[in-house]
């Protein structure tokens, strides 16, 4: 109900919680699924805005989800695990918040529900091939719980 719990997943890395352990912990979880990207989103408010990130440029320097989004309404807000199997630079939703250099290499994309400084917030990493491939093996690879 409250998503996985990287509050957790994180403590694996150190009982501190710097950015190195944060960024070794994305690149961590990228590694599993073979991602090209990843990044945390934290809620604030009506909103889920990037926490940190690794694999993506810099801009946008801020990249959020919003109440009145499709993206947001449909999915994030409901806490919905999300698989997007189709290449994200082609849905609007997506492609305006990422660089184009950054969706270039991304065949789908995945967001999963998670607890974050306990607080709302999602996973997202961006795949290279979501071939052989469904939301179920995602969360199992991740190995979080």
Same mark, same amino acid.
């Given at each position: 109900e409250t998503g996985l719990d990287y509050d957790?997943?994180?403590?694996?890395?150190? /009982? !501190?919680?710097?950015?190195?352990? +944060? @960024?070794?912990?994305?690149?961590?979880?990228?590694?599993?699924?073979?991602?090209?990207?990843?990044?945390?989103? /934290? !809620?604030?408010?009506?909103?889920? +805005? @990037?926490a940190f990130k690794v694999g993506l440029l810099d801009e946008p320097g801020v990249i959020e989800f919003g109440k009145g989004e499709y993206v947001f309404d449909r999915f994030l807000a409901r806490r919905c695990a999300v698989f997007v199997r189709e290449r994200p630079e082609h849905l609007r939703g997506l492609s305006k918040k990422f660089n184009p250099d950054d969706l270039r290499y991304l065949q789908a994309a995945v967001f999963v529900p998670i607890t974050y400084e306990e607080a709302e917030s999602y996973l997202y990493m961006g795949l290279p091939n979501p071939k052989n491939c469904d939301l179920d093996k995602v969360i199992d690879l991740l190995d979080i719980y």
């Open positions: 957790r997943y994180l403590k694996g890395f150190g /009982t !501190r919680k710097t950015v190195t352990q +944060r @960024l070794k912990s994305l690149v961590e979880l990228s590694g599993k699924l073979k991602a090209v990207n990843a990044a945390i989103f /934290t !809620r604030i408010e009506d909103k889920y +805005r @990037l």
